[in-house]
């Protein structure tokens, strides 16, 4: 085995993901350790959850919890659509890249088709033309119009594209849906209600993102068409997504949402990107690839650089979206790691300049 799996890891930008629980969801979950209580989300600890939830987004929405996101996306997808259905996205969403076919298998079939745009973001006329190229029964139905927030490339759906995106969905009686690892920064990030970038701009079922976000494990699946959830309870039992010991996954949402520290999390990540990205900007050969606009910051850089820094035991990602180096920020990310960062960025790129 390597190293770094039996090593705590300090230098990392890789993701989100690699950070711990944050304190609230960890007393929360403690808190929720007393006694016996009753499995399979009829506890109070779930109740209270949901109910949090519906406040958060000023709805009486239906909420599920389930154990990640590609679970939360693919069932979600699953109950919008039949198996003859498709879904539209754009080509570097996390539901066509990185969930290893699980939509089309939940689904039973229903297919993903991927337009281009640029930033991350899906073109609207591009979306148009998915849907309207062919109308024939040999085509898979366009039902579902599927949107990241946060996206892929660290950009952010403004409230008005959401809107603009749903209406056209709707004109073509499509629904919408929201993969939202991590929503909490976009909410950060526009500084808006999040029912401004959900139901209110017409969306229909938002996965919303736990982990990344600092809990431990867990997703919460958010209907704000409650029909659409119908027997969604079944669909989570049978792919092995319904948690008996429930109340560990929704106590921490309760943490989460009453401390405000969904918020609160989203925001030090934000900030720590946005940090990076004024280090990095003044950097010779170092180019920013897209907008800053969440937790990430995407780099292209030479290959020479790329090697120098991870020599130096550096994490971070560079397959995802087209092909930079990604430094994601998350909760436990420090103003100190990010100028730790940025100090090897610039060590690595005037050692690749001393070997030309
Ligand atoms: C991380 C992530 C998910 C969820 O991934 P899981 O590993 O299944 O929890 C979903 N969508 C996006 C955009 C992500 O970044």
Redesign the pocket.
Known sequence: MEKSKHQHINNQFA???YAGICPEAWQAMQAANSGFVSSYGDDLWTERACELLRQVFETDCQVFFV???????SLALASLCRSYHSVICHEL???ET??CG?PEFFSNGTKLLHVDGPGGKFDLAEVERAITRRSDIHYPRPKVLSL?Q???VGTVYTPDEIRAASQLARQYGMKVHI????FANAVVSLDVAPADISWRAGVDVL?L?G??NGMAVG?AVVFFDRELAHEFDYRCKQAGQLASKMRFISAPWIGMLESGAWLKNARQANACAALLEEQLSGIEGIHIMYPRQANSVFVAMPESVTVALRAAGWHFYSF?GSGGARFMCSWQTTEQDVLQLAEALRLAVSSADRRK
């Open positions: 993701s989100d993901n154990f990640n996101g590609t679970a939360a996306n969403a996390h539901v990185d969930e699980a990241t946060v996206t892929e993969d939202g690892a991590r996965c993102g982990a990344k997703e995802i």
